[in-house]
């Protein structure tokens, strides 16, 4: 095999994926907010993901519409999305002036996409956004969640996570589980590990913490997955990423099996 045929070889066997709360766009407190969508947009496409899982995106909020005047036309999801990429989104959550919810942005072909409600109270809207991607002819499933604030809400999502992966995902497929988990101390690893899944920010290498993002303490935000190899794990650092949102992305490279 040539050079340039083993290195496109080499980069197929590879898949990298982010997860990345997004604040809905918006940073800062009352008189002091401002727009972060269009910085957001060039940072995503500089995480150079294969598959991009992202929470608090908003579908149209009339009320930050009109107070920004550079507020894009467009859904955020879409208006994120890298040239070429194709974006999927599902609301998790109606409000006063708009909906909110999951995205995925992805280089690879989408096959099918779908939703499924996992609020487990009234006081917050939960949702898990499924894509079945289609990467060198085989199906890799991305699931893009957001659990919830309380511990028992998170551990009873994590219940029907596992029955949803079980009903939708055969078991010889490959599957990503990522996003913002709400998951002080990685209480929920166990329970993950239990669905066969890994957390690949759970290797030797520099701390993955993303939360807050101007002096990050803790990792909220996590890349599990199953029949894939975690290679590496990270997240970028420095004052661009620490203005945009009050997370920062977390970015996880897995090889594919052969």
Same mark, same amino acid.
């Given at each position: &095999? ?16 982010? *997860? ?39 579908? &149209?909020?009339r009320q @930050? @519409? ?17 040239? +070429? ?9 109606? *409000?006063? !002036? +708009? ?15 779908? !939703? ?6 009234? #006081? ?23 659990? =919830? ?18 009903? $939708?995902?055969? @078991?010889? $497929?490959?599957?990503? /589980?990522? =996003?913002?988990?709400?998951?002080? +101390? ?5 329970? &993950? ?14 701390? *993955? ?7 990050? /303490? ?6 599990y997955g ?15 990423? @620490? ?7 977390? /970015?996880?490279? #897995?090889?594919?099996?052969?």
């Open positions: &095999m040539n050079q340039p045929a083993a290195a496109t070889a080499a980069a197929i066997q590879n898949l990298r994926v982010a *997860t990345y709360n997004i604040h809905k766009g918006v940073q800062g407190i009352g008189p002091t907010r401002r727009l972060e969508i269009h910085n957001l947009g060039h940072a995503i496409e500089q995480l150079d993901a294969d598959i991009v899982c992202l929470q608090e995106v908003r579908k &149209m909020n @930050a @519409a009109a107070r920004f005047p550079r507020w894009p036309e467009l859904p955020q999801a879409d208006f994120l999305a890298p040239e +070429g990429y194709t974006a999927v989104y599902e609301t998790n959550a109606v *409000t006063r !002036h +708009g909906e909110h919810g999951n995205a995925l942005l992805t280089r690879w072909p989408v096959l099918r996409t779908g !939703h499924q409600d996992i609020s487990d109270h009234r #006081f917050e809207q939960r949702g898990l956004l499924h894509a079945v991607i289609e990467v060198e002819g085989r199906p890799v499933h991305a699931i893009v969640v957001h659990l =919830g604030l309380i511990k028992g809400s998170r551990v009873r999502q994590i219940a029907r996570l596992r029955e949803f992966i079980d009903r $939708e995902v055969p @078991a010889d $497929e490959a599957v990503v /589980v990522a =996003g913002d988990f709400n998951d002080w +101390g990685a209480r929920m690893r166990y329970a &993950m590990n239990a669905m066969g899944l890994r957390d690949a920010s759970d290797l030797r290498g520099p701390r *993955t913490l993303t939360y807050p993002s101007r002096l990050p /303490v803790t990792q909220l935000d996590f890349v199953r029949r894939l190899e975690p290679l590496a794990c990270s997240v970028p650092r420095g004052p661009i990423w @620490a203005r945009m949102s009050d997370h920062l992305p977390l /970015v996880a490279d #897995f090889s594919l099996p052969n």
